[in-house]
């Protein structure tokens, strides 16, 4: 069944809601669908301390095991354990570009399964829909594929020679989309839907527990037209949840630097609009530069974008080329040729400020007159290893000006004044949590500060991903909320969640399993005072 034809309609109160249906929210549904991770028998894991661990009770699952005990001593690229821990599972010393099977086998036990219900604005793959498509991915093809299937297979299969390891986008999407309906779970996806609030809904008189309220809207197909097309409509829902788990992803509101002139139509804020510039023909060689603000991989795509087509770039970012912290510096060489070649762009193309003046009244002159660097047609012109582009590391804008001039400052107070056909503010993206109160702010590390994947990210308790400043109980956080930006390492979130709500469901039946067996022995114990009593009037009255 399509997902868009699915109808949210209010009834009892569900398990489990999932706001957000990318990769971390179709995870996530796998696990709480019946499918269990279980030791196979006859594997192995190469770290031998993990080994030792899994085969203390190999026939638990990993729903079932302590995933703390089992994450003690593990490192990985990832600061949540849990997701050190799965990844570890999934794809054994893939760090060190080694391919082991994963010791891991999936066994699909429906009894395990917990009822739950995924919302999401589009398909499912959530914001994987709306990236560029033709640029290749930055993870390896099996850091982006889900449990049970296979990427690489699935590839062959769409396309005749895989040439590499990385897939486009546009094929990661696709891929998930079709991994919802190979798996199953398209009972559990209600999609076109558009949450607008989630509140914690108290207990009632009839003793219903305390539960979480989640409203919104859904996009539903209305009649059909004339002419073969159908008018869609937006329906209210409201329904309550035991547990609510936050899966939306931070690409929903690109940041904005917040400077005058950031809203002037020739400022774009994302790698779409620079697109539909090159499609209308806008950008050419004779083109005054394109500005790309950011040093961040979208930020490379854009550069890559317009220096294909020989258009001058302007590149201005806060760091250092040399800092650690920058993502180029991160990326091994042969695996990344294409983003290698843009940090070398950026570290020999800098721009070099005209040399201060000595005159004390001329660096008065010169610190209110900014410099100019060199014109557009110098820059295409210039005997460099990349002709038309020109970095400022460690640069900031200052201001957009209406004639198309933008003021850049360096980090010792330096201006320069450069003259762009476009600029494009490529600095990351926010999360949409305005169906929080407070967009959320109280959820993060710091309460103070808007919810950001790098800076601020949703506090969680490391090893269920039970949201610590949440309303009250049963609020769960993954994905890039929490600080996870490679679908590599979302699929520990998954796990942490899919392993507490496990629990809960076990020490839930052994508390009604406690609850009725201490029915039938009060039973017991007062049937039998009852015939001792019966026995003693007997007695009496015969004597």
Request: charged letters at 20%; a negative charge.
């Amino acid at each position: 069944m399509d997902c868009h034809e699915k109808e949210i309609l209010p009834g009892k109160t569900l398990p489990v809601v999932i706001i957000g249906n990318g990769p971390s929210g179709i995870c996530l549904s796998y696990l709480l669908s019946g499918y269990t991770p279980y030791l196979s028998p006859e594997a192995s894991h190469p770290n031998p301390l993990l080994n030792s661990k899994l085969a203390e009770q190999p026939h638990l699952s990993l729903l079932e095991q302590d995933l703390e005990y089992l994450c003690e001593g593990l490192e990985g690229r990832s600061s949540n354990p849990v997701a050190v821990l799965f990844d570890s599972l999934l794809l054994p010393d893939s760090d060190f570009g080694l391919d082991h099977k994963s010791p891991l086998e999936w066994r699909y036990e429906p009894e395990r399964a917990i009822p739950h219900l995924v919302l999401g604005k589009g398909p499912p793959g959530g914001a994987w829909h709306a990236m560029e498509g033709s640029m290749l991915t930055l993870s390896l093809a099996n850091w982006m594929e889900l449990p049970g299937l296979k990427l690489k297979d699935w590839m062959r299969e769409k396309r005749r020679n895989v040439r590499n390891d990385r897939a486009t986008p546009a094929e990661i999407a696709s891929y998930y989309q079709h991994y919802v309906s190979q798996m199953s779970l398209e009972e559990s996806f209600a999609c076109g839907t558009t949450v607008t609030s989630v509140t914690r809904q108290p207990g009632n008189k009839e003793g219903s527990p305390p539960c979480w309220r989640v409203t919104g809207l859904q996009r539903r197909e209305g009649e059909e037209l004339g002419d073969g097309s159908s008018e869609s409509e937006e329906v209210p829902f409201s329904l309550l949840a035991h547990n609510v788990v936050l899966a939306t992803g931070t690409h929903d509101i690109p940041a904005r630097l917040g400077v005058d002139g950031e809203s002037l139509p020739h400022v774009c804020h994302s790698f779409w609009e620079l697109e539909a510039a090159i499609s209308r023909g806008e950008l050419d060689q004779s083109s005054d530069p394109v500005l790309v603000v950011g040093a961040g991989l979208t930020a490379a795509d854009a550069v890559l974008a317009a220096h294909h087509l020989n258009t001058p770039v302007y590149h201005a970012f806060r760091r250092s080329v040399n800092d650690p912290g920058l993502i180029f510096n991160q990326l091994p060489k042969l695996l990344y040729p294409e983003y290698h070649k843009v940090h070398q762009m950026m570290t020999q193309q800098q721009y070099q400020p005209p040399p201060p003046l000595q005159d004390h009244a001329q660096n008065l002159h010169n610190s209110s007159t900014p410099s100019s660097p060199p014109s557009s047609s110098s820059l295409s012109s210039s005997p460099s290893s990349y002709p038309g582009y020109l970095s400022f590391p460690r640069y900031k804008v200052v201001a957009f000006r209406p004639d198309k001039k933008c003021v850049l400052e360096s980090d010792s107070g330096h201006q320069t004044v450069v003259q762009v056909s476009k600029a494009l503010v490529l600095i990351g993206a926010h999360p949409n949590l305005s169906f929080l109160g407070d967009k959320g702010r109280p959820l993060g590390m710091y309460p103070d500060e808007p919810i950001t994947c790098r800076r601020n990210p949703i506090e969680v308790d490391p090893f269920t991903n039970n949201v610590v400043s949440a309303d009250g109980p049963g609020m769960y956080a993954m994905g890039p909320l929490v600080g996870e930006n490679f679908v590599r390492f979302l699929k520990g979130g998954a796990l942490a969640i899919a392993s507490d709500l496990a629990k809960r469901q076990r020490e839930g039946l052994e508390r009604e399993e406690g609850c009725l067996l201490t029915d039938r022995l009060m039973d017991r114990w007062v049937d039998k005072r009852v015939s001792n009593h019966t026995a003693s009037e007997i007695s009496v009255r015969d004597s």
